[in-house]
């Protein structure tokens, strides 16, 4: 096994990606803490297009979601709402807890992973006041519950 020590990495000339690989005899090991870089904020869109300069970003604007550019598959992102926005629900390119639309709320965050090229799901979203999200297709049941 190698190991690389990060404290010796002063300096990189290219902007490239940096790949990690155990060549299947097992995981990659990140032995500190992980810290999200924060892009630039991105006004709201139907079609949101993400920046390539962090994984974290704040979205402005009322426009309605209806899907996510792509960032590479495998992608994860975090998004942290400044208003309120329609988040809608597409069963393939954008899967979102319930199967149900969402309407954001300033300061609302949703952690998304990139499953196929375009094509997006939530993994997880936090409601700023800390409720959780309504399942109103399951008759105005919270999510995990019954009605």
Not at 6 to 23: C, E, H, K
Request: with cysteine.
């Amino acid at each position: 096994m190698s190991t690389i020590k990060t404290d010796a990495i002063i300096s990189v000339s290219t902007n490239g990606n940096l790949d990690l690989s155990a060549n299947g005899t097992g995981g990659v090991k990140v032995s500190d803490y992980f810290i999200q870089t924060k892009g630039d904020d991105i006004a709201s869109a139907t079609s949101l297009t993400l920046g390539k300069d962090g994984n974290f970003f704040d979205v402005t604007g009322t426009t309605a979601i209806t899907s996510i550019g792509t960032q590479g598959v495998g992608s994860h992102i975090t998004l942290h709402f400044d208003g309120a926005l329609t988040f809608t629900h597409n069963s393939t390119d954008l899967i979102l807890p319930g199967a149900d639309n969402i309407t954001t709320a300033a300061g609302d965050i949703a952690v998304m992973y990139e499953y196929a090229s375009g094509d997006w799901r939530c993994i997880s979203y936090t409601k700023a006041n800390g409720k959780p999200i309504a399942d109103l297709a399951g008759g105005g049941a919270f999510l995990g519950e019954t009605a």
